[in-house]
């Protein structure tokens, strides 16, 4: 499970470090050392003249890795690893060729072996051949937005802009493990449904595109629109190469224009994701990145700016160290008011989760509380909130991790469903609660109520309506006298352990408190490839990655050590979110 991590994090380490990497002063295109990347005079080309919108690249999973360039005009335009079926492939990527329309492609791989054969089965196409199945393979979730080709990891540039909401991911368009690092990019007007739209940002000179961030920028504090049509602008790493903080704008969110240098040079080593907010008292920006200190100290860098493009470092709050991952990676940083109180807090976030509480003057960052535990569940990661949501809610989808990789599948891994973050008071202090959105009501499909059920000791109940692959399920239970609860939903077992207030899931643990009145609320979204599990009023967000077979359905609760009460169970079977 871990390993895709692994191999990830072995690709980093390899990266080189800082010596190598400070960006030269005046920004110099690299070009030529990376994005040239054959280096075998006589590797085999492929010449076509582009005529149709895709090139379509046969790739068989698991197969060697072949390094691909394309020029055009002898320019290369674009380089990518992708494991080049040699026989029957197992799917097609799928390159937008259109902006190069009546001009010469030269293909060629710098494979040691590759021979031209390799390259005969890349053809052109106007049509999606695959559109009947895609989104509709029996491996996919049913309501997580997962791409519809290669793979993806982290959620970037969450933004509202223009009536849409938009969804960046770090994105492999050319194979189903982590590599080739793009922005893909999909619109949806709900949260819910989502229309893939193409890459918004492709490799190049200075690095492939790592996660990042975006904004409205309302006032056009950077110039690159106008105040009557203010420019969405999303930042980036590019990693890899330069880390560097890169910056690429748009005004009609679809086409993404990168602006001509780094706007943040690099700090230190393979240092990456900023995350962009407008501090409003102060009327400038903030920027925070994770920045690697020596020893293996994680650090987050607060930099400011008035109009985007050029940055100042403001201040630096230390995380763990090594492989205490407290603010490792992909920070995120929001104002949430507190629930029933006229106080407003921040919130620092690493890609793990755990968060701090604290203060912020626009410069400088003091927590107050540090080290929470933000989700409880296993393989929840990288999660970013919205920008300008419209109700103004604070609204977060993570990478949630999948095993979707397996029988020649053409897409791998997805996202959380969307949650809404909340500040609620408990007898601790402030902390941060998540409940799924409530657009997800209008993916109910059949609904089954039922009221004041006896769970008598050792007796199963067995619900009704449970009939289904997506399910969302929720309950309010009363042990009473019994020493633990099992809900076994779609053949995983949820197990509470009443005295320790304790829910156990597929070897997961975390506590769940019972309410004053002695009672475990509950809510389940069951989908293919795992549970979303909601407890104590969201306080406990407990996420299990699983892949559940298609014949196992159904929901049962027993009652052990003594008799238990169902107060209220809801089960409601969900509609897919695929066309
Ligand atoms: C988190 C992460 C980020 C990086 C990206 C690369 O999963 O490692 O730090 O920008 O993935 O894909």
Redesign the pocket.
Known sequence: MKKNKWI?LAI?ATLPMASTLALPAKPVILAGQKIVINDRNDAPVKTITAEKKWLLLPVKNGAPKQKIEIRVQGKPVRAFDIELAKGQPDWYAYLDISTWKGQQLEITSNDEKAVSADLDAIKQEDRELDAQQSYHEPNRGLFHFSPKRGWN??PNGLVYYKGEYHLFF?HNPYGVQ?GN?HWGHAVSKDLIHWTEVGEALYPDSYGTM??GSGVVDVDNTSGLGTTSNPPMVVFY?A?EQSWTQGMAYSTDGRKFTKFDRPVVPNIKRDN??PKVIWYAPGKHWVMVV?VPEANDQHSMHFLTSTNLKDWKEASVLKGGIGNDRYLF??PEFFELPVEGTQEKKWILTG?NSQYAIGSFDGQTFVPEIERLNGQRGRDF??SQTYNNEPNGRRIEIG?WRTHTDGNGSKFNQSMSIPLELKLVQTPKGPRLSRTPIKELNNLRENHQNVSAVNLKNGQLFTAKGADAEALEIRTTLTPSNASSIHITVRGVDIFYNVAEQELSVDGVSARAELSDKGKLDLILYVDRTGLEIFADQGLLFMPINKNIPAENKGLTLKATGGDAQCDQLNVYTLKSIWP
């Open positions: 990830k980093m990891n982290d770090q982590w690092m790592f996660s790493t990693g990456r994701d994770w990676e992909c890609a990661y990288a990478w």
